[in-house]
């Protein structure tokens, strides 16, 4: 079974007589690219990239007679049509959400010689990247803790290590947990960083993560008044553009643990806000 969501995640409910059956969500393919050697049998392999998934929608339809046949079926069209962006969840991990649209045509198939049942499949095409994503971000974990149930689940990866669950760290070296099996990009995935509080600053200030060698550095010295956001591509100081005063090059995550230092500084709070993806 699933769950449908608005852009505001707000459950989209189903019209009276219909039941989500099942959800049938794909591996995702990949594109490689590679071009032929000429005089050889070798292929030069330059990588790949993701492909989207297949998801596909299953739901019956039971409805009083032919009329109301009708009815329920362009109450289940509207339910997809009304918006182009939809959140699917599946019922048994509601923590993992992926962002489609219904772009194929469908037409419910009425069971033989009974007009009151018919049953539908929906494919549905994946919008964005092609990962599952947590609903919930790390922020609420800083808030509220980890509480299974309550937008967690088994299968997301989380771990019962209690410095897993921090998000904000003050001093100058710690480490960040990525639940996710998946790198985290923030031009392409949901990752902010906020630096404050800093002090000691002399000329510069560097926030490396040195499990894979992306670095954040500050051009000049900064003080505890500032406020410094990443946001995606977006750095700001206290609001106002700061890119032109950085070394213009942003933290990624790696999956598991990522080890943090802070240079050019004695000490800065940092908090990570950012969602876990899937394959």
């Known amino acids: 079974m699933f769950v449908l969501y608005d852009e505001q995640m707000n459950v989209i409910p189903f019209p009276d007589g219909v039941t989500h059956l099942d959800i049938f969500i794909s591996s995702i393919g990949k594109e490689r690219y590679s071009r032929k050697i000429e005089g050889s049998n070798e292929s030069v392999y330059y990588g790949f990239t993701y492909n989207s998934r297949n998801i596909e929608l299953y739901m019956l339809l039971k409805s009083y007679d032919t009329e109301d046949y ?26 993992k959400r992926y962002l489609i649209s219904v772009d194929e045509v469908y037409i419910p198939e009425r069971a033989p010689r009974n007009q009151k049942v018919s049953d539908v499949t929906i494919r549905c095409t994946k919008l964005g990247i092609p990962f599952a994503e947590s609903i919930k971000t790390t922020s609420d974990i800083d808030k509220n803790g980890l509480n299974y149930g309550d937008g967690w689940h088994y ?28 790198p985290i990009h923030p031009f392409e995935q949901d990752l902010k960083i906020e630096i404050s509080d800093v002090i000691g600053s002399g000329g510069y200030l560097e926030l490396k993560n040195i499990t894979n060698g992306s670095a954040f550095r500050v051009n000049e010295s ?53 969602r876990f993806y899937y394959a």
């Open 222 to 274: 900064v003080s505890s008044s500032q406020k410094i956001i990443l946001d995606g591509p977006n750095i700001t100081n206290n609001g106002l553009q700061y890119l032109r005063k950085t070394n213009k090059q942003f933290i990624e995550l790696s999956p598991g643990w990522n080890e943090f230092i802070i240079t050019g500084a004695t000490s800065a709070k940092v908090k990570m806000d950012f």
């Open 155 to 182: 299968g997301m990866g989380l771990l019962y290590d209690e410095d897993s669950h921090r998000y904000t760290h003050t001093g100058t070296s710690f480490k960040i947990y990525n639940a996710g099996n998946k």
């Open 70 to 95: 009708r009815l329920q079926r362009d109450a289940v069209y509207d339910m997809f049509h009304h918006t182009d962006r939809i959140y699917v969840s599946e019922s048994y991990q509601k923590g």
